[in-house]
């Protein structure tokens, strides 16, 4: 079984500070990982994934996420935060070389970036 | 651009009410989903279906049913509305091939059961 823990459902930033989003996965199997985003009133767009090769990936608006294997992590990071970042984050896994396509979402983060 | 409409933004419905949520995509996917979004919840997949006719049940079957009578079509039944399913409903669909595919969803059904 796979699954996902996003670790605090609400974090706050200053405007130009580091963001930091954090995931662990628990997956028998390796895994896809992927970082979708989802501004208000809007549906989910994907902001990056993993899926083998090099570890560190880049996604979309200047965020990134690093596989880390040992630590079960793909914590999402960028380096300086825009107000427009604010939005809801959501970390999902799914297993390679299943039978089946399912997606296993985390309950996501929902990120304030403060003035 | 995979672009996934939900026939409705915003739903009413009484408690008891058979209700209807419409998805269309226009990109010859196979696979579409029906996910439930609840704060704090996060995603949770209700059915799926990999072809015309076909579906499999998810996390959270219970009270829901779907339909596939055409590739671009995936609908979400709820056979009579309660109060407990008041959510906002996402579709997507996802492009046989590849396990690395995203998702693409629609924007949403923001259903109201009273």
Sequence with gaps: AQSVTQLGSHVSVSEGALVLLRCNYSSSVPPYLFWYVQYPNQ??????KYTTGATLVKGINGFEAEFKK??????????????????????????SGGSN????FGKGTLLTVNP | DVKVTQSSRYLVKRTGEKV?????????????FWY???PGLGLRLIYFSYDVKMKEKGDIPEGYSVSREKKERF???????????????????????????PLHFGNGTRLTVT
Aim: hydrophobic share 35%; glycine share 2%.
């Design chain 2, 20 to 32: 209807f949520l419409e998805c269309v995509q226009d990109m010859d996917h196979e696979n579409m």
């Design chain 1, 43 to 48: 549906g989910l767009q994907l902001l990056l």
């Design chain 2, 75 to 101: 609908s979400l039944i709820l056979e009579s509305a309660s109060t407990n399913q008041t959510s906002m409903y996402l579709c997507a669909t996802f492009m046989t091939g590849s396990y690395n595919s």
């Design chain 1, 101 to 104: 396509y399912k997606l296993t």
């Design chain 1, 70 to 95: 040992s630590e079960t992590s793909f914590h999402l990071t960028k380096p300086s935060a825009h107000m427009s970042d604010a939005a809801e984050y959501f970390c999902a896994v799914t297993l």
């Design chain 2, 36 to 38: 439930r979004q609840d």
